[in-house]
T-cell receptor, first 110, second 116 residues
């Protein structure tokens, strides 16, 4: 079992739709949860972090965390073609190493 | 504020040669991390420095890899001798000196290593 599980996609959504990205993790000691966006050939860029159960909203992005289910999700509202990228789910126990999922490739179709 | 920088951006070497990668963290960041992404796989942790000390090197694949962080500033990762399976993208990340939960790691652009 992988430590962080994501569907590698691609996930295709039409422009303006909501994109829903999901991941599960195995380490119950995880306390910090991240979504990174990575464009092809570029470095991961942090877009959302969440540390407690519930929802966290930042602009068009909403991260959701359910520690009991060991589940993290990212919703992107009003998806734009510029959102097309690979989205990496990542977890850590704080300032320690970050464990990444394989990433979900998102394609927003104009 | 300058971000994390890495040098070189690309390196192509032959099997058996030595390569040294360099990472300059964000100024003032005590935590420095090395990660590697092999094609088709997840980004994997290699090691973590706190200042000049190795905090966690559990991800280092074998003794052909040597990481240093002289004076707690920049870090180097040397691969000697390089093997074909060492090919991938090597990322460096840094975070501030805190040890709290909400430590964000900022990633550098990566070094793309190809071993032929």
């Amino acid at each position: 079992q992988k430590e962080v599980e994501q569907n590698s996609g691609p996930l295709s959504v039409p422009e303006g739709a909501i994109a829903s990205l999901n991941c599960t993790y195995s380490d119950r000691g995880s306390q910090s949860f991240f979504w990174y966006r990575q464009y092809s050939g570029k470095s991961p860029e942090l877009i959302m972090s969440i540390y407690s159960n519930g929802d966290k909203e930042d602009g068009r992005f909403t991260a959701q965390l359910n520690k009991a289910s060991q589940y993290v999700s990212l919703l992107i509202r009003d998806s734009q073609p510029s959102d097309s990228a690979t989205y990496l789910c990542a977890v850590s126990r704080g300032y320690q190493k970050v464990t990444f999922g394989i990433g979900t490739k998102l394609q927003v179709i104009p | 504020e300058a971000g994390v920088t890495q040098f070189p951006s690309h390196s192509v070497i032959e099997k058996g040669q030595t390569v040294t990668l360099r990472c300059d963290p964000i100024s003032g960041h005590d935590n420095l991390y090395w990660y590697r992404r092999v094609m088709g796989k997840e980004i994997k942790f290699l090691l973590h420095f706190v200042k000049e000390s190795k905090q966690d090197e559990s991800g280092m694949p074998n003794n052909r890899f040597l990481a240093e962080r002289t004076g707690g500033t920049y870090s180097t990762l040397k691969v000697q001798p390089a093997e074909l399976e060492d090919s991938g993208v090597y990322f460096c990340a840094s975070s501030p000196q805190g040890r709290g939960l909400q430590e964000t790691q900022y990633f550098g652009p990566g070094t793309r290593l190809l071993v032929l």
